[in-house]
């Protein structure tokens, strides 16, 4: 348990520190003394994951204590670890190459090469390279997945002979967050 100690002069309606410009109002010298259960001052969550590192659940409140459910999870072989402080679902994974594994921010995806409106003449043509160089890319025109294909050297080249926007989803493995991008084809 961490105690924390007040003096009565806190508790009454008006009190100003000392070095104010307003008299301080003073209290009983009794001092009062608040406990705050140890379990209050440190958040545990429990963080549920593949065989990649990929998060696919987080426990943040439980009936029982999560020490408990963690050990009934490495009872039952479920991979996950106890982690001290909040995690982002969408922007994190659990490193699992260090001896303990450990919860990380997801690297971005690095796209390189001059992303522009092009000709609507499907001979104007985007050259990017993207990092890392294995990816799913995805090509969306008014909602619609139009064209999938999977990369494995790092490159893309775009081109349309349709007027309009695409996006264009850059999807890799785990641990990556996905990239995404808009080109304008005119």
Do not use: C
Not at 9 to 15: D, E, K, L, Q, S
Not at 60 to 80: C, N, V, Y
């Amino acid at each position: 348990m961490t105690g924390v100690t007040l003096d009565n002069t806190w508790a009454v309606p008006g009190f100003v520190p000392g070095g104010a410009s307003v008299p301080a109002t003073t209290g009983g010298a009794e001092p009062v003394t608040l406990e705050e259960p140890e379990a209050l001052n440190k958040t545990k969550t429990l963080v549920r994951h593949d065989a990649n590192g990929f998060i696919t659940q987080i426990i943040l409140q439980a009936a029982r204590p999560m020490d408990e459910i963690s050990k009934s999870f490495t009872e039952a072989g479920i991979d996950h670890i106890l982690y001290d402080g909040p995690v982002d679902i969408k922007e994190a994974y659990v490193d699992l190459t260090k001896e303990r594994p450990e919860v990380l921010p997801k690297p971005e995806v690095i796209i390189t090469g001059e992303i522009r409106p092009i000709k609507a003449d499907g001979v104007d043509t985007l050259h990017l390279t993207v990092q890392p160089e294995k990816f799913t890319v995805y090509v969306w025109y008014d909602n619609k997945l139009v064209h999938q294909e999977d990369v494995t050297d790092g490159k893309i080249e775009f081109a349309s002979d349709q007027v309009g926007t695409f996006r264009v989803t850059v999807v890799p493995g785990q641990p990556y967050k996905v990239g995404a991008f808009e080109v304008g084809a005119q």
